[in-house]
């Protein structure tokens, strides 16, 4: 399994923006689909943003346009560039490293709370 960390997690205002972020251990970060969840205070864990091994990405619909997930295989990292945060986006934000036969590593998450 892969180690992953996550920081960047903060106090924001709405409107403001905030940039997560994700290392990865390991030397195969770049075959690995890395993704960004999140769960909410009594809510499910939910799919936020993926980054896959092909370059290709994929946005949940209630976060589109307002973030953008992108990844450095140089520097095993993967990004989350959150901007018009809202309070809905309260929650703590989990990285994902997934890879087709072996189980998913979680990172221990990083808290994200949007208030005025």
């Known amino acids: 399994q892969v180690r992953l960390v996550e920081s960047g997690g903060e106090l924001v205002q709405p409107g403001g923006s905030l940039r997560l972020s994700c290392v990865a251990s390991?030397?195969?970060?770049?075959?690995?689909?890395m993704g960004w969840y999140r769960q909410a205070p009594e809510k499910q864990r939910e799919f936020v943003a993926a980054?896959?091994?092909?370059?290709?990405?994929k946005i949940a619909d209630s976060v589109k346009g307002r973030f953008t997930i992108s990844r450095d295989n140089a520097r095993n990292m993967v990004y989350l560039q959150m901007d018009s945060l809202i309070p809905e986006d309260t929650a703590v934000y989990y990285c994902n490293a997934a890879l087709e036969g072996f189980a998913s590593s979680w990172g221990q998450g990083t808290q994200v709370t949007v208030t005025s």
């Open positions: 390991g030397t195969m970060f770049r075959i690995y689909d």
């Open positions: 980054t896959h091994s092909d370059g290709t990405t």
